[in-house]
């Protein structure tokens, strides 16, 4: 499992004009099972593949900062991430919109090196 974990991240550090259709599989195959993404259809999910893309931070870097436009969400795939007052672990999803607002209400922390996967806005989520 570690090493389908690692060639899901390889192939996530690819820049999306570049991933080959194995790529999309393997991508594919891990986000299916992925809580955050389970009310998606199966061409929506497809579709997300193309355009996901994998971020590391650092302990105690800001992801995001109160105010910005909130132009992508993300899901944990390693580490811990706080904000407002709750610490999110791996598997959860953090930084969506809130309903009625573009900007962030809120700056989000890592707690710890943390890996995450990046799902744009523009996408059908």
């Given at each position: 499992?570690?090493?389908?974990?690692?060639?899901?991240?390889?192939?996530?550090?690819?820049?999306?004009?570049?991933?080959?259709?194995?790529?999309?599989?393997?991508?594919?195959?891990?986000?299916?099972?992925?809580?955050?993404?389970?009310?998606?259809?199966?061409?929506?999910?497809?579709?997300?593949?193309?355009?996901?893309?994998?971020?590391?931070?650092?302990?105690n870097?800001?992801?995001?900062?109160?105010?910005?436009?909130?132009?992508?969400?993300?899901?944990?795939l390693?580490?811990?991430?706080?904000?407002?007052?709750s610490?999110?672990?791996?598997?959860?999803?953090?930084?969506?919109?809130?309903?009625?607002?573009?900007?962030?209400?809120?700056?989000?922390?890592?707690?710890?090196?943390?890996?995450?996967?990046?799902?744009?806005?523009?996408?059908?989520?």
């Open positions: 499992m570690a090493s389908d974990s690692g060639l899901f991240i390889q192939c996530l550090k690819k820049s999306p004009t570049l991933r080959t259709d194995k790529d999309l599989k393997v991508i594919y195959s891990f986000l299916h099972g992925m809580e955050a993404l389970s009310g998606l259809r199966e061409h929506a999910l497809q579709s997300l593949c193309n355009i996901v893309r994998y971020e590391f931070h650092e302990a870097d800001i992801i995001y900062y109160q105010g910005e436009v909130a132009s992508c969400w993300y899901i944990l390693s580490g811990s991430v706080f904000i407002e007052g610490m999110f672990l791996p598997r959860s999803s953090f930084g969506r919109r809130n309903q009625g607002y573009v900007q962030r209400t809120s700056e989000c922390l890592t707690l710890e090196a943390s890996e995450m996967i990046v799902v744009s806005d523009l996408a059908m989520v």
